[in-house]
């Protein structure tokens, strides 16, 4: 059962999102930007695929999170550090662990919301054909995983450092090399002075062969766990983080 102070914790972050314009921001450029990348006339659009699925759209969207969710999950501690909020938020009777699931819990229910908004796209696709909806289901399962593997790490570069740009271009970065860990230039480039284990090692830990593998329609235990180790591993970094702040 969930303890009050994460859901007042909770409450407070997820409304925050909408007292200042960041939010109402990501979700037009979100919408647009991924209705305009799927629906353009040119190479693999929905269009020119001649398909009834949403697989021009769930293409783009890891490109997308990998600059919007960093803008959400920027200011999930940095804010707190700068204003000297987070000393008051820690007197008070939560825990850090409690505090940094609220506020991660937070985020990807904001990038839930944004998610849902993209339904008429699903509407389109049951009007022009017969769509495979299990592959429909887990690519938004997907991109939700996704969604919060890249918060999680949002979230431990936002604990680092009180300053959001400082947070967001870290997270980008990350994400960024997370994602293309499997490609062939990222890879020959590891290989020129790791062994062979190491490059097998990191070759795993791609977010984006993860997600196409959700995507396809497979559902595989090792792509559940991975997101489920990355959220937990990075969220766990957090608190650990939070905690030798706080005791400084």
Not at 79 to 101: C, H
Not at 119 to 140: C, E, H, S
Not at 147 to 166: D, E, P, W, Y
Request: proline share 4%.
């Amino acid at each position: 059962m969930l303890s009050p102070q994460f859901k007042a914790l909770y409450k407070k972050e997820f409304q925050s999102f909408f007292k200042t314009p960041l939010g109402y921001v990501f979700l037009v450029i979100f919408l647009f930007g991924l209705g305009y990348m799927a629906f353009e006339p040119g190479r693999g659009s929905f269009f020119l695929l001649r398909e009834a699925s949403l697989r021009s759209f769930f293409d783009y969207v890891p490109w997308m999170f990998i600059f919007l969710v960093p803008a959400v999950s920027m200011k999930l501690w940095a804010d707190e550090r700068k204003r000297g909020t987070v000393e008051l938020l820690f007197s008070m009777p939560i825990t850090v662990k409690i505090a940094v699931l609220a506020k991660f819990f937070a985020a990807w229910t904001f990038v839930g919301l944004a998610m849902s908004l993209t339904f008429p796209m699903i509407i389109t696709v049951l009007i022009l054909g017969r769509p495979d909806l299990k592959v429909i289901f887990l690519g938004y399962t997907s991109s939700m995983l996704l969604a919060g593997a890249m918060l999680s790490v949002g979230g431990f570069f936002s604990a680092m450092t009180k300053n959001q740009v400082v947070s967001f271009i870290l997270t980008v970065a990350t994400c960024f090399v997370l994602l293309m860990a499997d490609s062939p230039p990222v890879l020959e480039l590891v290989g020129t002075f790791a062994p062979r284990y190491v490059l097998n090692i990191f070759e795993s830990l791609s977010m984006l062969g993860h997600f196409e593998s959700m995507g396809k329609g497979v559902i595989r235990l090792s792509d559940l766990g991975y997101f489920a180790i990355m959220i937990s591993f990075w969220s766990f970094s957090s608190v650990i983080l939070l905690n030798e702040n706080k005791s400084e």
